[in-house]
């Protein structure tokens, strides 16, 4: 997955990027408000995590192998206790 859109509105064409993360954005405003929003917590571990588009891609790996984990524990049947 691509992440070209940008960050804050969605516009298709998102032409700047931020600085340290990759993450993409239509405008300065837009980055402002996003960097105002939340972004300015993330942006570092996004870096470490190899930029924007890692970040979320390992982001969605998780949820997936949760979403895995928690399927087979539920086809597991489960057995009364003995007494």
């Known amino acids: 997955m691509l992440l070209t859109t940008c960050a804050v509105c969605g516009a298709e064409v998102a032409k700047k990027l931020c600085g340290r993360c990759g993450t993409h954005y239509c405008s300065p405003r837009c980055q402002e408000e996003h960097w105002a929003s939340g972004h300015k917590k993330k942006c570092k571990r996004m870096e470490r ?14 949820e997936s192998a949760l979403a895995a984990i928690d399927a ?11 007494t």
């Open 49 to 62: 995590a190899g930029g924007a588009e890692q970040y979320y891609a390992n982001e969605k790996a998780a």
């Open 72 to 82: 087979c524990a539920a086809s597991i049947p489960v057995r009364a206790p003995e």
